[in-house]
């Protein structure tokens, strides 16, 4: 098979899996994706799922293919925290959650961290679009904010919290309490309730 006949078809998916390329073609030589890969042509980004490579200098398309491929997952922790500017550092690691085991991968696109959180738990996240009329699963400040104080318990005490140099602006004036304590108890977690206590101690809340 040539590539541009494969390009014509898969393009605009932007990333796809062997499935997807195998429900076109039954009887396609998975060795073209070495031979693509070594070209240039194709990005690897784990094991089955592979993107073309002018999708590397399009925005936004490393956090989309986050949730592309390990399913489902949404993009929050440190990630979601930085994106809304509640922490000053830039965050390298693309960081998900995942009701799937936890995993990570790395690739030309970037390294992807997904870390484990029970199945009931997979909420307070949204749609935030971008281009090519796609969308990225994102969580709301809040729910980011409780994912990495449930998922990290060392952030349990009043130094590591500062540490983590929350900006207390937006902290008071757009984060939103009242829905940052519903949804804390969801969590049904005492450790959480204390780590979220604590916070609120913390930086005045």
């Not at 429900?23 to 094991?47: C, E, H, M, S």
């Amino acid at each position: 098979m040539i590539f541009l006949e494969f390009k014509d078809k898969m393009f605009d998916l932007a990333c796809f899996n062997i499935y997807q390329v195998y429900a076109w073609r039954p009887d396609f030589d998975r060795n073209n994706f070495t031979r693509w890969v070594k070209k240039g042509y194709l990005i690897r980004l784990r094991q089955g799922y592979f993107a073309f490579s002018e999708y590397k200098n399009r925005p936004d398309y490393s956090l989309y293919f986050a949730h592309r491929i390990y399913r489902p997952s949404y993009i929050s922790l440190h990630t979601a925290l930085a994106f809304y500017g509640m922490i000053p550092e830039a965050v390298v690691q693309i960081t998900n959650v995942t009701s799937l085991k936890t995993a990570s991968f790395s690739n030309d696109f970037g390294e992807y961290s997904y870390k484990n959180i029970k199945e009931n738990l997979m909420f307070g996240y949204e749609l935030k679009p971008m281009a090519d009329n796609r969308s990225i699963p994102f969580a709301i400040p809040e729910k980011a904010l409780l994912d990495m104080l449930y998922l990290y318990p060392f952030y349990d005490n009043e130094q590591e919290l500062e540490e983590l140099r929350l900006d207390e602006d937006y902290l008071h004036d757009d984060l939103n309490r009242d829905l940052l304590m519903d949804y804390c108890t969801r969590f049904q977690s005492k450790a959480l309730d204390c780590r979220v206590k604590l916070l609120c101690k913390t930086y005045d809340l």
